[in-house]
């Protein structure tokens, strides 16, 4: 007998197995998934190991159900890193496995029951037999019809799905179970292909021409002279539905299923590239990774790649996956979003055509099911994508590049588990023998310390090279674009109150004159932050969370609009104040919308255009924002952080930063890492073609350490500031945290329990001598009501927080967030 160690798809508070035994009719071997009773149900499983000898004599194992055809859907490495995320994440093993799945793979099983009669003793009245939620049970399945069991337990609340299963198991009501068609397949065409010889094609062309019937001599014809199947669709199209209908019902012809590839590169055309010569630090840097990835040593080599901006890291990237594909080895590299991808996939594209897949949520689903699928079955050598494609079904991968690796849009926070691909691809380079290469202008300060001490090779890129005529010349002595700082204090004492300061407006003027483009950064969508009545003093607030509403501006599409950016709430925005009838409501905190407003009074012919989330929603619509203001008429482009990532584009010599305190309000003590790496980001898009570049940094706090330093673009000395901060309060890298909120729809239930919770720790932490550990709060989230359910959050600091879990586990309703990259 052979058993095997299950990672159910089942809530629990542990990263644990499940021991069941196979059927000798069936093969089960890890990576697999499959189906095994647990309880009264039937759930899906990934299999972890397989063993001839059973764990627990004493207890006898169930048998699988089921294995899904085209698996292992894991290999050895992934199973190791689901394990892995399961334990420092604290979630389940199959929801870490779940990252790594197919997608459509996680399908459910339906069950259906009815009433079964012939099981009841004769001489027992059900009435009396029976509790009033089991009698409500019978009741609805009184017309012995199968009915759905989640809808019949649906209907009696909580206690639904107990009392459904306990007439289960007693054996009043029976069930049957289906599987539900998986949400995305594969895709077909039907196409036609003749069956007869050449001849036989010929007579039958003789036989039709110049009748009545020429259209079945064409349609032989065409498809006799045909390389390959034809699709039917077309061919109706062309020759019409009874002449497509005879060739197959006459046998001459038959309908075949042709997989059609969902490629989101169809319609990309891609010019190939080669290699540019190096700069000497480029060289050094690509010499050092390479020689890495040919000793394919272990543990493997990892790398900082620290380069200004525009200092040429992605040529390094690229000559290094080159080196990489030589050696026989495949490639991963990770962008910190899709608004980057574009850009970045050019470059893949034309120095690797038709090697390249695309993997992140702006996909369609059929898009991301063939490209999953392509990437397992070794189509593509280099897969690109965000924050998900860490997890891609890679097999001999050698080289994995994580660019902007400081960007924190590489954890995940919005569901469970909140992992970061950073660390992950730390863990995968280890399990696969990969070289891992983090790249960035501003470094973490965490990854700039462990290279410090050594944990990461330094790689130095401190100059741009210019760039003429697609050639790279010798560095030039000051690469970077020249940056103002403009106190918007003093514009106010000097009675200049508009959006845009002075020095802005002059140096929009100059750059517009001279033919180049322009680039305006701020990070808050719409037209205003909130609208305010200036007789009441009332703010306009959302009905669900404890949130202003932000004024969008009327569109061809849609009226005016007042919208909670967390929720998605959103109301008709109107002049009358709903509180006191007064038409005085005032909109404050401009947004990108109000900036293309200003913008356009001020330069009419420059054609504004903005790229954030509301203009950009999918991949291509950020390919469509980029093409246009790269090749287009556009001059001025607004948006938010967006367009301060990683775009190169040598016509932009002015970058404008509206409002760069909007990040330093922030109640969090990542704020000013956070706003020195996109304010010096961002003015790293100016000056990357030979006209130079000039950067204006509006703020109302030009001292700010933060400031200061990315306008001298000089990262190290906010190094030296910020980690003499974080040492002085104990705060990351010199110790951990875990952030734990509470949501609950009850404000004052929410408020016990958090209260309720931090008192357990801190009576847990000293029983268990637990010193080191030290327990914040229990605080409200800002804001405190999302979605209408009311939040509360405890840190735990240390060098382990998370023995403090092991000891004293949190409860129902609580989420865990293991190196949290925000506190706010």
Same mark, same amino acid.
């Given at each position: 007998m052979t058993y095997v160690e299950v990672a159910v798809d089942f809530p629990d508070d542990r990263a644990r197995t499940f021991t069941y035994s196979v059927p000798e009719s069936m093969t089960a071997i890890p990576g697999d998934m499959v189906w095994v009773p647990f309880g009264t149900q039937l759930l899906q499983g990934v299999v972890f190991g397989v063993s001839k000898i059973q764990p627990d004599p004493e207890v006898e194992a169930r048998s699988l159900t089921s294995v899904v055809e085209n698996g292992p859907f894991l290999d050895r490495p992934h199973l190791r890193l689901a394990r892995w995320i399961a334990t420092y994440y604290r979630?389940?093993?199959?929801?870490?496995?779940?990252?790594?799945?197919?997608?459509?793979?996680?399908?459910?099983?339906?069950?259906?029951?009815?009433?079964?009669? @012939?099981?009841?003793?004769?001489?027992?009245?059900?009435?009396?037999?029976?509790?009033?939620?089991?009698?409500?049970?019978? @009741?609805?399945?009184? =017309?012995?019809?199968?009915?759905?069991? =989640?809808?019949?337990?649906?209907?009696? *609340?909580?206690?639904?799905?107990?009392?459904?299963?306990?007439?289960?198991?007693?054996?009043?009501?029976?069930?049957?179970?289906?599987?539900?068609?998986?949400?995305?397949?594969?895709?077909y065409l039907n196409v036609?292909?003749?069956?007869?010889?050449?001849?036989?094609?010929?007579?039958?062309?003789?036989?039709?021409?110049?009748?009545?019937?020429?259209?079945?001599?064409?349609?032989?014809?065409?498809?006799?002279?045909?390389?390959?199947?034809?699709?039917?669709?077309?061919?109706?199209?062309?020759?019409?539905?009874?002449?497509?209908?005879?060739?197959?019902?006459?046998?001459?012809?038959?309908?075949?299923?042709?997989?059609?590839?969902?490629?989101?590169?169809?319609?990309?055309?891609?010019?190939?590239?080669?290699?540019? =010569?190096?700069?000497?630090?480029?060289?050094?840097?690509?010499?050092?990774?390479?020689?890495?990835? @040919?000793?394919?040593k272990s543990p493997p080599s990892r790398f900082l790649l620290y380069g200004v901006t525009g200092s040429g890291k992605t040529e390094v990237y690229l000559q290094a996956a080159a080196q990489c594909l030589r050696a026989g080895k495949k490639v991963l590299v990770l962008v910190p979003e899709i608004a980057l991808t574009p850009q970045t996939l050019q470059r893949f594209a034309s120095r690797f055509p038709g090697r390249v897949a695309l993997l992140h949520s702006g996909l369609s689903n059929g898009e991301r099911f063939d490209q999953w699928w392509g990437v397992r079955e070794g189509r593509y050598d280099v897969v690109l994508g965000s924050r998900g494609a860490v997890f891609a079904p890679i097999s001999d991968l050698g080289l994995i590049v994580i660019d902007e690796e400081h960007e924190w849009t590489y954890k995940q926070q919005d569901q469970t588990p909140r992992y970061h691909a950073r660390d992950a691809a730390e863990l995968l380079a280890?399990?696969?023998?990969?070289?891992?290469?983090?790249?960035?202008?501003?470094?973490?300060?965490?990854?700039?310390?462990?290279?410090?001490?050594?944990?990461?090779?330094?790689?130095?890129?401190?100059?741009?090279?210019?760039?003429?005529?697609?050639?790279?010349?010798?560095?030039?002595?000051?690469?970077?674009?020249?940056?103002?700082?403009? =106190?918007?204090?003093?514009?106010?004492?000097?009675?200049?109150?508009?959006?845009?300061?002075?020095?802005?407006?002059?140096?929009?003027?100059?750059?517009l004159a001279n033919g180049d483009k322009v680039i305006l950064y701020l990070n808050r969508r719409g037209t205003a932050g909130f609208v305010q009545c200036a007789s009441c003093g009332v703010m306009r607030n959302c009905r669900r969370c404890d949130n202003t509403l932000t004024h969008h501006a009327a569109t061809d599409r849609r009226p005016a609009r007042l919208e909670c950016h967390f929720c998605g709430y959103r109301v008709r925005a109107s002049r009358a104040c709903p509180?006191?009838?007064?038409?005085?409501?005032?909109?404050?905190?401009?947004?990108?919308?109000?900036?293309?407003?200003?913008?356009?009074?001020?330069?009419?012919?420059?054609?504004?255009?903005?790229?954030d989330s509301d203009t950009a929603r999918t991949f291509k619509d950020h390919m469509a924002l980029l093409?246009?203001?790269?090749?287009?008429?556009?001059?001025?482009?607004?948006?938010?952080?967006?367009?301060?990532?990683?775009?190169?584009i040598p016509a932009v010599t002015l970058v404008g930063v509206i409002a760069a305190d909007i990040g330093l309000a922030v109640p969090d003590f990542l704020a000013a890492e956070r706003s020195f790496e996109v304010l010096a980001q961002?003015? *790293?898009?100016?000056?990357? *073609?030979?006209? *130079?570049?000039?950067?204006?940094?509006?703020?109302?706090?030009?001292?700010?350490?933060?400031?200061?330093?990315?306008?001298?673009?000089?990262?190290?000395?906010?190094?030296?500031?910020?980690?003499?901060?974080?040492?002085?309060?104990?705060?990351?890298?010199?110790?951990?945290?875990?952030?734990?909120?509470?949501?609950?729809p009850d404000a004052i239930e929410a408020h016990e329990n958090a209260y309720g919770t931090a008192a357990r720790f801190g009576r847990r932490k000293q029983i268990s001598g637990l010193s080191g550990i030290e327990v914040i709060g229990p605080t409200p989230a800002v804001p405190l009501r999302v979605r209408g359910m009311f939040r509360w959050q405890i840190v735990l600091k240390g060098a382990g927080p998370e023995q403090l879990l092991d000891e004293e586990p949190t409860g129902a309703g609580w989420s865990i967030d293991v190196d949290p990259v925000s506190l706010s």
């Open positions: 979630t389940t093993l199959f929801i870490a496995c779940s990252l790594m799945l197919p997608p459509g793979s996680r399908t459910r099983l339906r069950t259906w029951i009815r009433r079964e009669p @012939d099981n009841f003793p004769a001489n027992i009245t059900l009435g009396r037999e029976l509790r009033p939620h089991e009698k409500r049970v019978l @009741d609805s399945l009184a =017309d012995g019809e199968w009915q759905r069991k =989640d809808r019949v337990a649906r209907k009696l *609340g909580r206690s639904g799905t107990t009392t459904v299963d306990r007439l289960l198991r007693r054996r009043i009501v029976e069930s049957r179970h289906e599987w539900e068609q998986p949400r995305i397949r594969a895709a036609v292909a003749l069956t007869i010889s050449d001849s036989e094609a010929a007579a039958l062309v003789s036989e039709f021409t110049d009748t009545r019937s020429h259209r079945r001599a064409d349609l032989v014809s065409y498809l006799s002279t045909s390389k390959s199947p034809q699709p039917r669709p077309a061919l109706t199209k062309r020759f019409g539905q009874s002449a497509v209908k005879w060739a197959v019902d006459s046998g001459i012809a038959e309908v075949q299923k042709q997989r059609v590839q969902r490629d989101p590169l169809s319609d990309y055309v891609v010019q190939q590239q080669f290699p540019f =010569d190096p700069t000497p630090a480029q060289a050094g840097a690509i010499k050092a990774i390479t020689d890495a990835i @040919d000793a394919a280890l399990e696969t023998g990969a070289s891992l290469v983090l790249g960035s202008a501003t470094p973490s300060i965490t990854t700039f310390r462990r290279a410090e001490r050594g944990e990461f090779h330094l790689l130095r890129l401190p100059d741009r090279p210019q760039q003429i005529t697609g050639l790279v010349t010798e560095a030039t002595q000051d690469g970077r674009a020249a940056v103002r700082v403009v =106190d918007m204090k003093e514009e106010l004492r000097d009675r200049h109150t508009e959006l845009l300061s002075r020095p802005l407006l002059a140096a929009m003027r100059r750059t509180a006191c009838g007064g038409n005085s409501v005032r909109r404050t905190g401009p947004g990108t919308e109000r900036v293309v407003e200003v913008v356009n009074e001020r330069f009419p012919r420059a054609g504004a255009m903005r790229w093409k246009r203001f790269t090749e287009g008429t556009p001059k001025i482009l607004v948006g938010t952080q967006m367009v301060a990532k990683g775009l190169d961002v003015a *790293g898009r100016a000056g990357r *073609g030979p006209s *130079g570049g000039e950067v204006v940094i509006q703020t109302m706090q030009p001292d700010h350490y933060a400031i200061q330093a990315a306008a001298a673009q000089d990262y190290e000395w906010f190094y030296e500031r910020e980690i003499e901060i974080r040492a002085r309060h104990d705060m990351p890298p010199y110790s951990r945290l875990i952030r734990l909120q509470y949501a609950g």
